[in-house]
């Protein structure tokens, strides 16, 4: 049995108290995980951005609106936990100024100025210690090269290479990397059963018996 650590969802990234930067993330990938981890018999935490979908009963749910926030509460969540599945699609971006009032048309162009947000798997991995790491990886071209570099970059122990018709979808079609670069596993299916083999083949790999 482990602890595990789930991010889920999209962020939002407020440009004034109204309008925000976000994406179609919906959350069922990280519900679908965390189903299949609690049925493996693990004990699961999902920090979530702002979604639709309900959680299973008995996850601990930590509900948070940005980046900055979701990592936030991850750094204080992993001191407590064995492994983290980062299934989140955070806001790589923020306005570097939110707006105190709404934004007023002018008439004329709006020019946001944008600086990055942390990264929130990455940052987890300078601090991961013996604690395992599987990260998702949405990519158009080079794909598994670029999956591989995130890896890497991440400090992940598998990557989860999917496309973007994942996103907002009933069905997925993922690749599992590891980090030789080799293709260990490649699922296609509805988000159920392939978020229930992700979590065999972490269970086979990463999960110490005990
Ligand atoms: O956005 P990107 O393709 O780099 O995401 C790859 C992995 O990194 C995903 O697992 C995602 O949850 C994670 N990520 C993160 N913090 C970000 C952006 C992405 O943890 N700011």
Known sequence: MARVLVTSGPTRQYLDPV?????????????????ALQDGGHQVVVVSGPVEVAYPDGVEVVAVVTT?????????????????????????YRVEHVAERKIAKTGQP?????????????????????RWMVGFALETD?????????????????????SPQAISSVDTRVEILDPAGDVVAAIAGDKRSVAARIVAEIEHRLVRRG
């Open 142 to 162: 080079d794909r598994r090269f670029r999956a591989l570099a995130k890896l890497e970059r991440k400090k992940c122990d598998l990557m989860i290479l999917n």
């Open 19 to 35: 309008r925000f930067l976000t994406n179609g993330s919906t959350g069922r990938m990280g519900q679908a995980l965390c189903q």
């Open 68 to 92: 900055e926030e979701m990592l936030s509460a991850c750094q204080g969540l992993l001191p407590a936990c064995d492994g983290v599945v980062g299934v989140a699609a955070p806001c790589d």
């Open 110 to 130: 709006l020019l946001l100025r944008l600086v990055e947000t942390p990264d929130i798997l990455a940052t987890l991995g300078e601090h991961k210690g013996d």
